[in-house]
């Protein structure tokens, strides 16, 4: 009994001495456009410091809201989210905390600014598109038509079920009936080894509901949204999977046969489909990626670790060229997500679908590559 007293009398006091060192500030102008009220301290050096600071930043966005076209990409996101913003920035936290500061108390930090991605995020010279236009179609003839006459790729006897009619070089393709856009299946692309141990890993981490992306957040990047058009799990290929013995040789492969490098790729998405799992028809690409320094992703390698037979479904099919690939374990399919004309726009006829497995379990491999530095923007918060 003695011992829960003294528990109530010392969360009594703690509350007190809470209440009392904050009054809590209603109302002030520009609270719609600020954010949450913001709380002043009762302690005088405190409540001076944080009424100065509101009232500059009050100014501050009040600024923000009149400067026109020059603000308009930030100017409804930049608030407070927190009523301590301001005796936080009060105290130094903008400098001492900028990661958080900056984002979520804006105002407060005097920084709409950093909400515009193009601002915290710009492309740097020195990061380049990888693709001019052609680049696309030569990198394919390379691989299907054995272009540079080396014979690098025909050990995975690359076909193409869907391409252009003409050749770079004018000539025109036999055998094609309509215009496409690539869709190239690799077979043997990974031994059975490495295959094994990329769902052995996938099992190990442990995979989660598959996500979307979803709706832009204040500081310019985007939420994961979880929807029925989706159904499969996944995780990822990141550190103790990307640097194993049996893993780093299939990175190095498909870095080599795009003709990329291995920053210009996401991290491998690992994926289970269970019976009854699907991915309706979507697309690739991303499009706020474009104005973002890892760019849009430009190519699609999805990588088949076990066998689906063709009745038990689980098929990649493009539904709007009537093709349909069955999973064949080691076998991968390669398409674009770009027009080789204008290499960082979307090339909507590459929709696509993951078939629902009826039955059995499906495993897979995704390789996303983009036309900038994706592993620099991942790193810096940029992508």
Same mark, same amino acid.
């Given at each position: ?6 528990f ?9 001495l809470?209440?009392?060192r ?6 002030f102008?520009?609270?719609? $456009?600020f !954010?949450?009220? +913001? ?27 009149k ?7 930030v100017?409804?996101?930049c608030?407070n989210v &927190? ?10 936290e903008?400098?001492?905390?900028p ?11 005097y ?5 515009d991605?193009?601002h ?16 696309l ?19 995975y %006897? ?8 003409l ?12 215009? !496409? ?16 141990r ?15 992306v ?12 979880v ?6 799990h ?17 990175i190095?492969?498909?870095? %080599?046969?795009?003709r ?7 991290y491998?998405?690992?994926? $289970? ?9 979507? &697309?690739?690409?991303? !499009?706020?990626h ?6 849009v992703?430009i ?7 076990n ?5 038990? !479904? ?8 009537n093709?349909?690939v +069955? ?33 059995g ?21 940029? $992508?």
């Amino acid at each position: 009994m003695y011992i829960l007293f003294i528990f109530i009398i010392h969360y009594f006091v703690s509350y007190m001495l809470k209440s009392c060192r904050f009054s809590c500030m209603t109302c002030f102008r520009g609270t719609v $456009q600020f !954010g949450i009220a +913001q709380r002043v301290p009762m302690a005088t050096n405190e409540r001076e410091l944080t009424e100065t600071r509101l009232a500059t930043s009050i100014e501050y966005i009040q600024r923000i809201w009149k400067d026109g076209a020059e603000s308009k990409n930030v100017r409804y996101k930049c608030k407070n989210v &927190h009523e301590d913003c301001s005796y936080w920035a009060a105290l130094g936290e903008c400098e001492k905390n900028p990661t958080y500061m900056n984002l979520n108390c804006a105002p407060a930090c005097y920084t709409c600014d950093k909400l515009d991605m193009r601002h915290r995020c710009p492309i740097e010279p020195d990061n380049p598109s990888i693709w001019e236009a052609g680049d696309l179609n030569t990198m394919m003839e390379r691989i299907v038509d054995d272009a540079d006459n080396n014979g690098e790729f025909v050990r995975y %006897n690359p076909k193409a079920l869907s391409r252009p009619m003409l050749k770079r070089d004018g000539s025109t393709v036999t055998g094609i009936e309509k215009d !496409g856009p690539w869709v190239v299946v690799l077979e043997n692309f990974v031994s059975s080894e490495e295959a094994d141990r990329l769902v052995e890993i996938g099992k190990r981490q442990g995979y989660d509901r598959s996500a979307d992306v979803g709706k832009e957040k204040p500081d310019g990047t985007h939420e994961s949204k979880v929807s029925d058009s989706r159904t499969s799990h996944n995780t990822w290929c990141k550190e103790g999977c990307h640097d194993d013995p049996l893993v780093s040789p299939v990175i190095a492969r498909i870095a %080599n046969i795009t003709r990329t490098e291995n920053k210009n790729s996401e991290y491998l998405q690992l994926l $289970q489909y269970e019976p009854g799992q699907y991915y309706k028809q979507h &697309h690739d690409y991303i !499009g706020h990626h474009k104005e973002k320094p890892c760019g849009v992703r430009i190519l699609t390698l999805f990588i088949y670790l076990n066998d689906v037979e063709e009745d038990a !479904g689980g098929g990649t099919r493009f539904s709007l060229l009537n093709i349909t690939v +069955q999973p064949k374990k080691g076998s991968a399919v390669l398409w674009p997500s770009v027009l080789d004309e204008a290499p960082e726009d979307k090339d909507g006829r590459t929709d696509h679908e993951a078939l629902p497995v009826l039955r059995g379990l499906k495993y897979g491999a995704n390789a996303w590559i983009h036309n900038r530095d994706y592993k620099k923007a991942y790193t810096m918060g940029c $992508q």
